[in-house]
């Protein structure tokens, strides 16, 4: 087996394991979504690697890539839209004072 | 066998990681962003590594630029951005690092123990690579392509709306002290 595609699936499964962490111990909207994009790095890294070394022939593969770059952009404009009217409203983005969007 | 390419992936990715952490271990926002910033151009720099260049580049161009907003942003919103006071902003430290930890240990277990297949150790020349894509792009998958874009749009103007600050209903009337204020002003500069 390549040692390159286990170094990338490894250093994948890791960016993925600190943003789980940093997405659910934050209490920053801002950090939250950092975490975020660490898992969703992880998740692009992989999609890299399985294109470049198992289907190097399939441009799909790279417009996968392109959908999780989408995904990160988006995640980035919703997020901070969200954090503004937030913002606006509440003069904070902590997310331990916004249990009343549960009721 | 270790190549210069396992090599170079190697370290770049355990930059990666590196900066990854410290994103949540440093007190201060801009650092916080800094480092994020890094990691993801390390991330495009195993790109490279791994000779997909187009996509190395637009990873690096792409986060240079959301990370620097992000930067803006956190100065923004954070109570204590220098990270001068040590505040802890964290909750559920034992359980997220239990989650963080178990999703790595999964995630490493699947890439070493399933058998991926025949691994292609060539590299498609790079103009081809971004040929294809844009075939790809432009024939197969138009309609994913398209929707992509428009989702982005619609995101964009759908952030805005929500960020901008209501208008409200009914207009102030002007209060006595103002308008006294207004006429004195206009008084000195006569």
């Known amino acids: 087996m390549s040692v390159e595609l286990i170094w990338s699936l490894i250093t994948g499964a890791a960016l993925f394991g600190v943003g789980i962490y940093g997405a659910l111990s934050q209490t920053n909207l801002v950090m939250i979504m950092m975490g975020v994009e660490l898992i969703l790095a992880g998740a692009l890294l992989n999609m890299v690697a399985f294109f470049r070394y198992l289907h190097p022939d399939v441009a799909a593969g790279q417009m996968f890539v392109l959908i999780i770059m989408t995904v990160m952009a988006l995640e980035m404009a919703v997020g901070f839209g969200v954090a503004i009217a937030r913002f606006r409203y509440k003069g904070s983005v902590e997310m331990e004072e916004a249990a009343e969007l549960k009721d | ?190």
């Open chain 2, 1 to 190: 066998m270790i190549t210069a390419q396992a090599i170079f992936i190697g370290f770049f990715g355990i930059a990666a990681v590196w900066f990854g952490v410290v994103v949540f271990r440093t007190f201060s926002m801009v650092r916080s962003a800094i480092a994020l910033l890094f990691s993801q151009t390390a991330l495009g720099a195993m790109f490279l590594t791994m000779e997909v260049e187009f996509l190395g580049v637009l990873q690096i161009m792409m986060m240079a630029t959301e990370m620097s907003i992000m930067a803006i942003f956190m100065v923004m919103f954070m109570m204590d951005p220098g990270g001068m006071g040590e505040m802890d902003m964290t909750h559920q430290k034992q359980f997220s690092l239990t989650a963080g930890f178990i999703s790595f240990v999964g995630a490493v277990a699947v890439a070493v123990f399933i058998d991926w297949g025949p691994v292609s150790t060539v590299a498609v020349d790079s103009v081809e690579q971004t040929k294809a894509l844009g075939f790809e792009l432009l024939d197969r998958s138009m309609l994913i392509f398209e929707m992509a874009g428009i989702t982005i749009l619609t995101a964009m103007i759908a952030a805005t709306a929500v960020a901008i600050k209501p208008a409200s209903k009914t207009s102030q009337p002007k209060s006595s002290s103002t308008a006294h204020g207004d006429h004195q002003h206009k008084e000195q500069s006569k």
